[in-house]
């Protein structure tokens, strides 16, 4: 069973964000008008400001930019240690995705680590999470 995780609030910009794993596929939000990636969506886009925003499938590929190890145990039922990632998408410029990086031990995790799109799915909710790619 994986840990419990704090359910985000979902709202019309970043829904397909958290449910876009029943699919098995990430979905970021993009501008239509200059293909600018949003991360977290918002009602405009960060670049040119335009509402024509809309979340579109992404490859789920990336490399960890940088992460560190958590030992404190914040909520029960979650084991510690445990590794929290700055994943940089492959191809979606200037996207980085925070997440865990479960599957391997927290002392085989390093920057620079190419890692794939996997998801928790809990309640409704699929979390995005990487793993270390083979």
Known sequence: MNPPRLRPKI???????WTGGAEGKLKIQKCGDCGH???PPLQVCRKCQSEH????AVAGTGVIDTFTINHQQWFPGVEVPYVIARVRLDDAPNVIVTCNIPGCGVDEVAIGDKVSVT????????????????
């Open 11 to 17: 709202d019309d910009w970043n829904r397909d964000y």
């Open 37 to 39: 990636f949003n991360h």
């Open 119 to 134: 998801f928790d799915e809990q309640d409704g909710i699929w979390f995005p999470l990487f793993e270390k790619a083979s």
């Open 53 to 56: 925003v809309a979340c579109e």
